[in-house]
């Protein structure tokens, strides 16, 4: 190990990126898996921190947010192997803070905000500073969101002209059901709640009631 990747005493998140290298210079399993061969576990490990958030302990969220870590210092250690362009967790770190600073003018600038509203309207203004090739305003949405949370993120976005559908009294098909679920979506946002979570919510009573039928 060099100087300059000495680990500095007591600095545990630089452990554990030494950790992460070693294993994937030394581990034959993890020596082949790709980017793509880790988003399952990517996933997964994201819903299992939501669990955790929703419904764990705190033991269960400190260990659940280390496995989520994991994660990203995998993905860092394959992508600094990259023949064309290498990058590593440093290098993620760097380009974050970086972000972050940009994002907070009210914190490390002299911009002033005195409510979360303004807050935001930083937050906007230095993201679409950022964004500035996107053609859409749905651009940078990622498709392979739940399909609640991805409707609740679309309707925050589209145009104000862009109409919702009217949901019949009854759905006679899997198209007006669509509608009926997207009217709940957006009655969901007007109203301030997070559909995906009510789902996840009732899902989790509807277990609960289950497993003690079965009792």
């Known amino acids: ?3 300059k990747d000495a680990v500095a005493p007591g ?5 554990v990126a030494d950790t992460m290298r070693a294993v994937r210079e030394k581990c034959v399993w993890s020596q082949q898996i790709t980017h793509r061969d880790l988003v399952p576990y990517l996933i997964e490990e994201s819903h299992e921190v939501i669990d955790a958030v929703e419904s764990g302990t705190r033991d269960d969220l400190r260990e659940e947010l280390g ?3 994991w994660q ?3 993905h860092s250690a394959i992508a600094a192997q990259d023949p064309e362009q290498p990058f ?4 993620v770190a760097r380009g974050l803070n970086e972000k972050m600073v940009r994002r907070h003018p009210h914190v490390f600038a002299g911009a002033v905000a005195r409510t979360p509203e303004e807050v935001l309207v930083h937050w906007n203004a230095a993201k679409a500073a950022e964004k500035r090739t996107r053609r859409s ?3 940078g949405i990622p498709r392979g969101m739940p399909a609640l949370a991805l409707a609740q993120k679309m309707l925050g976005r589209v145009p104000g002209e862009v109409a919702v559908p009217t949901p019949s009294a009854s759905p006679a098909s899997e198209a007006e059901l669509g509608d009926a679920l997207l009217a709940l979506v957006a009655r969901a946002r007007e109203s301030g709640w997070d559909a995906e979570r009510a789902l996840r919510e009732r899902l989790r ?4 009631e289950a497993r003690a039928a079965e009792a």
């Open 137 to 139: 305003v749905l651009d």
């Open 205 to 208: 009573a509807l277990e609960d």
């Open 72 to 74: 990203v210092l995998f």
């Open 88 to 91: 590593d967790i440093d290098d």
């Open 67 to 69: 496995d989520l870590l």
């Open 11 to 15: 600095d545990p998140l630089r452990e």
């Open 1 to 3: 190990m060099s100087e």
